[in-house]
């Protein structure tokens, strides 16, 4: 808590000389030194932020002259000894130390201002100190969580003890990805969210439930993916250092996500990273390592990924360090159990991706091995991990090892489209089975769709929340029906001209945006 003017008012010292307040301008300012002085012209002597104690000569001689170099030298103000007998200022001195912002204090009885100023300056350092004292340990919190792989909940938690205020992150599209009560109840923080975060995001809105938000960004800069917002906080240097320190631990752990897992598998994992970021440019290289590794040279690869379709979300990073590598030591004694050789990699929790070099029998072709191969891989770690689903997403197989390696990614993004599709019982997907929506799959979570998205519907979200209207309803169910407005019109339970009259409406309302989005 900062030393302001009120509290070395208070002080018993300031007390015993019977204080009379001339002009309380100021009064709330923390101070960040007191000087003691008697010389008319203190400009060159002080830095700014000083309360002066003097005995008054320079100023009963001219008070606006005296007033006025203090102003200038950004004082906050004057504590003056009037002496005993009193001597009194000159009439209307504390109009014009109101009239400059200055503080005014008269003392009626003499006093130690040595007194004065060891007791403010013990209570300044005293506060500097702590400041560095919590700045080093809020530096030690995040360190420790980055060591040991904290979760974003874990940091957001931290965040929220450290502030003691509720604290949530948010993606760029307004959800709530994780967020930490503080003793308050998480149903009512997040009640509406989304609706009340756009509202305090919209230039000239200022409701009065988000006037107590301190915010954030999280991500390098052009490349923020979020946002860290400490709830019914106050806006203080020491909030926003906690923040700042949060965001840039929640950063690390994106990085370090994208790391591995498991050191046994350092040697493939290692060498499948040093092609994607082409380090290693050599095809023969490259080869003659993944031989060395246990692939077996064949006529083509096939880039593949394992992903479970109901993986927990672990909040201890031991935990799920330990899952993961679970998942990928069941997936590789699959593949070897059915013949076949590869090279592996967690590419994030819950996800495998390899290249598989498949040992294909007589009489049988890559895809139905690949379908066995799908079918051994839901039976045994499923077991092994608990997990009720898994999904095995293959990319286009490759003759050359160099591209199969760089099509790792493409057979993810085929595990995740096919993750996200209804459950239907069938393990094995490939390219063609995910089509649209895949590329929606592989895209709805990429921070610069959220941006793009955010920036075209803005205009047509913040009318439905002021105005109460129901453009994004009647979006979102023209979409599902693919255009069919008669179909639509009978969802909404309106007529066809009604829902052509809102539509036009919209548009006018929305401006340009909003009339792209009802198109």
């Known amino acids: 808590m900062t030393t302001t003017v009120a509290d070395i008012i208070e002080l018993p010292v300031i007390q015993a000389g019977k204080p009379d307040v001339l002009s309380s301008q100021g009064f709330d300012t923390p101070v960040r030194w007191v000087h003691v002085s008697d010389i008319s012209d203190l400009s060159q ?7 002066v104690l003097t005995t008054g000569a320079a100023l009963r001689h001219s008070p606006r002259r005296y007033l006025n170099g203090l102003a200038q030298a950004k004082a906050l103000g004057v504590v003056v000894e009037l002496g005993n007998p009193d001597v009194p200022l000159p009439p209307g001195t504390g109009d014009i130390a109101a009239e400059l912002g200055l503080a005014l204090i008269a003392l009626h009885r003499v006093i130690r201002f040595v007194d004065v100023t060891e007791h403010v300056h013990r209570a300044i350092v005293a506060e500097q100190f702590a400041e560095v004292a ?4 809020t530096h030690e919190i995040f360190t420790e969580l980055g060591m040991r792989r904290g979760s974003p909940a874990d940091i957001v938690e931290a965040t929220a003890q450290l502030l003691d205020v509720p604290i949530v992150l948010e993606d760029l599209a307004h959800q709530a990805v994780a967020v930490a009560a503080a003793g308050h109840v998480t149903a009512e923080l997040l009640q509406d969210w989304e609706r009340r975060s756009r509202l305090r995001a919209s230039p000239g809105t200022d409701p009065a439930e988000t ?4 915010s954030v960004p999280v991500g390098r800069r052009s490349e923020e993916w979020g946002r860290l917002i400490a ?3 106050i806006a203080a240097p020491r909030t926003t250092m906690v923040l700042e320190r949060a965001a840039q631990a929640l950063v690390l752990h994106r990085m370090a996500e994208r790391g591995r897992f498991d050191i046994e598998h350092q040697a493939q994992a290692g060498l499948l990273e040093e092609v994607l970021q082409e380090r290693i440019r050599s095809a023969d290289d490259i080869s003659a390592r993944a031989f060395a590794l246990g692939l077996r040279p064949v006529a083509s690869y096939v880039p593949a ?3 479970s379709r109901d993986w927990p979300h672990d909040s201890d990073p031991v935990a799920a360090r330990r899952r993961s590598t679970q998942l990928l030591d069941a997936v590789v004694h699959a593949v070897k159990a059915a013949g076949h050789t590869g090279l592996f990699c967690i590419r994030s929790p819950g996800e495998i991706g390899m290249v598989l070099a498949l040992q294909v029998a007589r009489g049988r072709s890559q895809q139905e091995v690949l379908d066995a191969l799908g079918d051994a891989l839901h039976r045994g770690p499923r077991r092994q991990i608990g997990s009720e689903e898994i999904v095995f997403g293959i990319g286009t197989p490759q003759r050359d090892l160099v591209e199969a390696i760089r099509r790792i990614s493409e ?3 085929v595990a995740e489209a096919a993750v996200s599709m209804p459950s239907s019982g069938r393990t094995c997907f490939r390219v063609a089975d995910i089509r649209l929506r895949g590329l929606v799959s592989l895209l709805r979570g990429d921070p610069r769709v959220q941006a793009f998205a955010e920036a ?7 009318n439905d929340i002021v105005s109460g209207d129901r453009n994004i309803e009647i979006l979102r169910g023209y979409l599902d029906l693919a255009g069919n407005k008669s179909a639509l019109a009978n969802r909404l339970h309106m007529s066809r001209p009604a829902l052509y009259a809102n539509s036009l409406e919209s548009k006018t309302s929305s401006g340009s945006t909003s009339a792209k989005a009802n198109r």
């Open 456 to 462: 075209e519907l803005r205009a047509l979200i913040l």
């Open 45 to 51: 002597l002080l830095q700014g932020g000083e309360l």
């Open 411 to 413: 057979a993810g993004h």
């Open 231 to 233: 709830l019914r906080a």
């Open 134 to 137: 919590f700045a080093r340990s």
């Open 305 to 307: 990924a394992v992903r």
């Open 211 to 214: 006037q107590e938000w301190v």
